[in-house]
């Protein structure tokens, strides 16, 4: 029953997180949200020789020949063999480090829920925009069970987990502080 109410909590207050967002961004008269394809490129001085660093931007979408066809290859990991999976595609900008597939565990703490790395399904040294990471992926529940993780530009360790909008249906990428 406590879990009941908990699950129930965690997708009204996911719901209305995500409503919240539409709204202020309809309400600053900026009807189109940016897509995939529109990339946001910061720089940042890395050293004292001032030489500029791209920042990473990973991003995961549904898989489709049309996305595939843009590759010579990719590399690939099945998490399901199901005929209801679907198969979903990791892109990015430039290269990241230590590019991990991961299973996502939570706990609540208090009134919060935290989600943390529970265990690494897949790895690779690197990801490159040349070279994407498709997966046979399924969305099971309403509580995110499945991400990845990185070394950005910085050398910092990120975490994101998947979940699926809401509003559209698409994938989103969601990070979190690993605890």
Known sequence: MKKSKFLLTFMIALILLTACANSSSQESNNSELPNNSDVEKTTEPTDSNNSETEKAIVSVDYSSDDILSKYTSFTGFIDFEDENSQEIIFTTNVPVKDFKFIEVGYEEKDT???FFKDKVLYSQEEL????????????QGSIPNRGISYIDETDTTRYFYIIMSGEDGSLLLVEFENE
């Open 112 to 114: 919060d829920v935290v």
């Open 128 to 139: 490159t925009p040349e070279k994407p990471f498709t997966v046979s992926w399924m969305e």
